[in-house]
């Protein structure tokens, strides 16, 4: 994929929307096209925002023995962004769910960007903003003990090919997975079947009502 493509499809990112084409195009010079393997994790060796070019990411905070899943990022999505100017380790990992290439923009030309494209930083600053408003729905879905939240929340932010995720978990380790016990799991897939919203067959879970979930 050459540099004038790479930008192309950018264009089409909500980060880079409206970003001075010549800047962008000089930013995505100096960046890596990095390709992984499923279950790859994705090492964070130097500050970089990563911009997915293709495939879908996971990723997971790990506590001890138990690990939660975070979130799910899909082709288009952005990470890496809030770890770019923090000084600690990154608080999650990042594991690619299948084969997927991801674009590696060194901090250096992220921070051009910030300081010489207002469009850019202003994207900047709101992807940071809605970065804080879903984690603070995910850690609320965390605290709050609701099984059927914490599940639609996972279920929606998972791929979907015409409205239909499938499982890549059995139940236990799904349940694990959500900070949830199998119990309290079983109940959510039965009260949202219940209520019209999903209909579960084996490993398949279609999405009847995304706006209602």
Do not use: W
Not at 86 to 102: D, I, P, R, Y
Not at 125 to 148: H, M
Not at 150 to 168: H, M, N
Not at 183 to 191: G, K, Q, V
């Amino acid at each position: 994929m050459q540099n004038a493509e790479i930008t192309e499809k950018l264009k089409n990112v909500p980060l880079f929307g409206n970003t001075n084409e010549e800047r962008l195009l000089s930013a995505v010079s100096s960046s890596k096209l990095l390709h992984y393997g499923k279950g790859d994790e994705i090492v964070f060796k130097k500050p970089a925002l990563y911009v997915i070019m293709s495939g879908y990411v996971r990723v997971y905070r790990t506590e001890g023995s138990h690990t939660v899943l975070l979130n799910t990022i899909k082709e288009g999505g952005v990470f890496g962004a809030a770890q770019l100017f923090c000084e600690e380790a990154a608080f999650s990992s990042v594991k690619a769910a299948c084969a997927c290439t991801c674009l590696q923009m060194p901090k250096a030309a992220v921070c051009g960007l910030l300081q010489n494209d207002f469009a850019f930083t202003e994207n900047y600053v709101t992807f940071l903003s809605d970065r804080i408003r879903f984690l603070n729905k995910k850690i609320a879905s965390f605290t709050a003990g609701n099984g059927e939240q914490t599940l639609a929340g996972y279920l929606l932010s998972q791929p979907a090919e015409d409205g239909v995720v499938t499982l890549d978990k059995n139940m236990s380790a799904l349940a694990s997975s959500l900070n949830l016990s199998r119990p309290t799991l079983y109940r959510a897939f039965i009260s949202l079947s219940e209520q019209g919203l999903i209909e579960k067959n084996g490993k398949e879970v279609r999405i009847i009502s995304a706006k209602k979930l």
